[in-house]
């Protein structure tokens, strides 16, 4: 089955602590990304990726990092979490960079609580 | 930035009814994408839209853009009570090349059956 799948799905940490999402597809895509929901703020992109060792900033990259050393994965990095990092997380991908013809395939999401 | 917003930021319709949801965005685009999400879980792709279309269908959904006011809307007919949703506007801007997002803050629909 083609999905993009997230690990964990709920993680409870202290601050400071550093803490790694995994984020998975299986369908060869080229284009990944990371988002964070907040209530009333609607989801916005962390980190994206256009393919293997390229990634760029989204819009709230602060805090965060990533790697793309394989096509099928891209971890989201957190070195020192912060309970503003508190939010709903949400890996995408798609077969090409969203401004053409494709769309984005979501995870499932992942709840981070940071005490 | 927030790029598209969405209005109504609720909305509470009978099963049957036609729900519609409008976005407005800031800059250029070369597409605008509908999305719905199920309380909490991962997005869904309803429609995409170019920028040199100005309306699209799909089964209940129609989707009109219109560049000159940089605003789009989204009408569900007949909406049914699985509707129920949030449903969120998001481009990408041809500043970016096309590689960002930006979504709206979303429309919560509600169908009451």
């Known amino acids: 089955e083609a999905q993009v799948t997230q690990n964990p799905r709920y993680l409870i940490t202290v601050t400071g602590k550093k803490l790694t999402v995994t984020c998975s597809q299986n369908?060869?895509?080229?284009?990944m990304s990371w988002y964070r929901q907040d209530p009333g703020l609607g989801l916005r992109q962390i980190y994206y990726?256009?393919?293997?060792?390229?990634?760029d900033k989204g819009d709230v990259p602060e805090g965060y990092k990533v790697s793309r050393k394989e096509k099928r994965n891209f971890p989201l990095i957190l070195e020192s979490p912060s309970p503003n990092q508190t939010s709903l997380y949400f890996c995408?991908?798609?077969?090409?960079?969203?401004?053409?013809?494709?769309?984005?395939?979501f995870g499932p999401g992942t709840r981070l609580l940071v005490l | 930035s927030q790029q598209g917003e969405e209005d109504p930021q609720a909305l509470s319709i009978q099963e049957g009814e036609n729900a519609t949801m409008n976005c407005s965005y800031k800059?250029?685009?070369?597409?605008l994408q509908w999305y719905r999400q199920n309380s909490g879980r991962g997005l869904v792709h309803l429609i995409l839209?170019?920028?040199?279309?100005r309306e699209k269908h799909s089964g209940r959904l129609r989707v009109t853009l219109d560049t000159s006011k940089k605003s789009s809307s989204l009408l569900i007919t007949a909406s049914r009570a699985a509707d129920t949703a949030s449903y969120f506007c998001?481009?990408?801007?041809?500043?970016?090349?096309?590689?960002?997002?930006?979504f709206g803050a979303g429309t919560r629909l509600f169908v009451k059956a």
């Open positions: 995408a991908s798609s077969p090409g960079s969203p401004g053409g013809k494709e769309t984005q395939y």
């Open positions: 369908m060869n895509h080229e284009y």
């Open positions: 990726s256009m393919n293997v060792e390229v990634t």
């Open positions: 800059t250029s685009i070369n597409n």
């Open positions: 839209i170019r920028s040199n279309e």
């Open positions: 998001a481009t990408a801007g041809t500043n970016t090349g096309g590689f960002k997002t930006i």
